[in-house]
């Protein structure tokens, strides 16, 4: 048995993720390297009470201060493979639950809980996570109780967990039925099986890789005091300053006096309309089970629902892009779908959640679910389309194929756009050939981002036989991209980017040789900073 990670949902849960953070000032050292221990209060002089540095040798371990928001993101993730799990025991569920209180190391008292709310500036509540420590066992094992909601869903279950960490019953009530239930998960039918797939070592490593995805260059600010909803509390503060295009800026006030550790986390981004701050507002006492044994539905073989299908022929669900869609389709059944591209843009549809009986067919701008273009199959599909012009509608279907033990499937279609657009669509489309602009090697071009955010270039070879192309003050929403010669001849050649400046470097183009590149950006976050400059160099290694 294999532990199953989705890594994509990294890419769709950096978002709930990073719903929170900001603020700015006072010194700072990267936890990535020692720093050195934070100074007590005046007038405090007990050293007894000063709270223990940040653990900065072994990040991955369970002392390091970043640990908490790598088990909150985790939370999050586990949400969308609940419902998986009620129906027919999805093992990534249970797998995160291993992810979760594998790493708890916070102090919680038996019968204490914590709230954690999301909120805009506005006040506006996207999530809520409440947990709490039930019961602790003599072996070592705990109940823990957990309800979450985002926006519309929520979920309540109780799990018992091994020291180990590894999920041993789990009991909840079903969403849709309200029904309780207990059950057993597949992944602790056979204990030692899962003691060598989910050991320490398995985890640290997962969470090494999380961490480098999750954080960018997380640095402590220092040691302060913040009031929230629950209290006042003594917290280090951590600044993570994103690398993704929208300037996301978190930070993190994290307590190892309060359970679960996180007091804190504010989104802040320049670039978008508002914070989002993740705030603790409970530290609740004598929390008790909810479901009771005499309550409990055994569900040892668990019961199929069977999904139905979405669509029609005539009328295809039409989706949003960048809007997760939760979708199903019956057994031996097709659900079709449509999505309009509002700019000029490569597009990516993927659906994830799947068996490997389904099927992604693409029929670019086929209404009629005649004549496809391409297709994808497995567990997760991916189908992907290039510089797609703004206003088109675009068709694809997903389909369960033929099974006599199939109950349909359920998955999230997550569709994707990219302003710096793929070598491959230029390719395809060929347009480059007949709209370039052309540049003479020895001189400076200064240019302007066109409104569709592309430009296209070409230049002619004099001597070579090395040519040099570098974009001086090129927004980090834009790229320098494709080489190519008007015979056809794809070079492979990809540009680097050295502080403002994209260079590429072409050998072995002889003279008289017609050059194309092309440079785009996405305009709507480049805010009018879409000026910059091109210089064509030809040299020779000698």
């Known amino acids: 048995m294999k ?262 986390i504010v989104y802040s981004s320049a670039e978008q309309d508002g914070d989002y701050i993740v705030e603790l507002v409970k530290i609740s006492q004598n929390n008790k089970a909810v479901i009771k044994e005499t309550d409990i539905t055994r569900r040892d073989e668990f019961i199929k629902i069977i999904s139905t299908s979405e669509g029609s022929r005539d009328g295809p669900i039409r989706l949003i892009i960048g809007e997760p869609h939760n979708g199903s389709v019956g057994p031996s059944e097709t659900s079709y779908y449509q999505f309009t591209v509002e700019r000029r843009a490569d597009i990516y549809i993927e659906a994830t959640g799947l068996t490997d009986e389904a099927e992604l067919i693409y029929y670019d701008r086929d209404l009629t679910f005649e004549e496809w273009r391409t297709s994808s199959e497995g567990s997760t599909l991916n189908i992907e389309d290039y510089f797609v012009d703004a206003g088109t509608t675009l068709y694809f279907t997903i389909v369960e194929k033929e099974d006599e033990n199939s109950y349909g499937e359920n998955y999230t279609i997550t569709i994707t756009e990219d302003f710096i657009l793929s070598k491959t669509g230029i390719r395809m489309q060929g347009e480059i050939h007949f709209k370039a602009f052309e540049l003479k090697s020895g001189k400076i071009y200064f240019q302007t981002l066109n409104d569709d955010g592309l430009n296209y270039y070409k230049t002619i070879v004099k001597n070579g036989p090395n040519i040099r192309i570098s974009v001086h003050n090129l927004s980090e929403h834009a790229g320098l991209l494709w080489f190519d010669s008007q015979n056809g001849s794809y070079s492979g050649v990809y540009s680097t980017r050295h502080g403002g400046t994209n260079r590429m470097d072409i050998r072995g183009v002889s003279e008289g040789t017609v050059c194309f590149f092309y440079i785009a950006g996405d305009t709507a976050k480049m805010n009018g900073k879409n000026t910059f400059n091109i210089t064509i160099d030809e040299f020779s290694d000698l």
């Open 3 to 264: 532990i199953i990670l989705k890594t994509f949902l990294l890419s769709i849960f950096l978002f709930n993720l990073f719903i929170f953070s900001g603020c700015t000032g006072l010194s700072k050292s990267t936890l990535k390297d020692r720093e050195k221990p934070f100074k007590e209060e005046a007038g405090n002089g007990n050293e007894n009470n000063r709270p223990e540095t940040p653990d900065t040798q072994d990040l991955y371990g369970k002392n390091s201060l970043l640990i908490p928001v790598i088990q909150f993101n985790y939370f999050e993730m586990s949400l969308d493979y609940f419902s998986k799990f009620v129906q027919d025991d999805d093992l990534i569920f249970s797998d995160y639950i291993f992810r979760i209180f594998g790493i708890e190391n916070s102090p919680y008292n038996e019968g204490e809980g914590t709230t954690l709310i999301s909120r805009t500036v506005k006040g506006d509540v996207y999530s809520s996570l409440e947990r709490a420590l039930i019961k602790i066992n003599s072996d070592g094992s705990k109940w823990w109780q957990v309800k979450q909601t985002v926006r519309n869903t929520a979920i309540f279950y109780e799990a018992l967990i091994s020291e180990a960490g590894i999920p041993l019953t789990i009991r909840y009530i079903d969403p849709v039925t309200g029904e309780k239930y207990e059950t057993v998960p597949s992944i602790a039918k056979n204990i030692e099986e899962a003691l060598e797939e989910m050991s320490s070592t398995v985890l640290k490593e997962e969470i090494k890789h999380d961490f480098n995805i999750i954080f960018n260059k997380p640095e402590i600010v220092g040691e302060e005091k913040i009031d929230v909803q629950a209290g006042t509390f003594k917290a280090f503060h951590i600044r993570d300053i994103s690398v993704q295009r929208n300037k996301i800026d978190i930070d993190y006030w994290i307590s190892r006096d309060v359970p679960g550790n996180i007091v804190k």
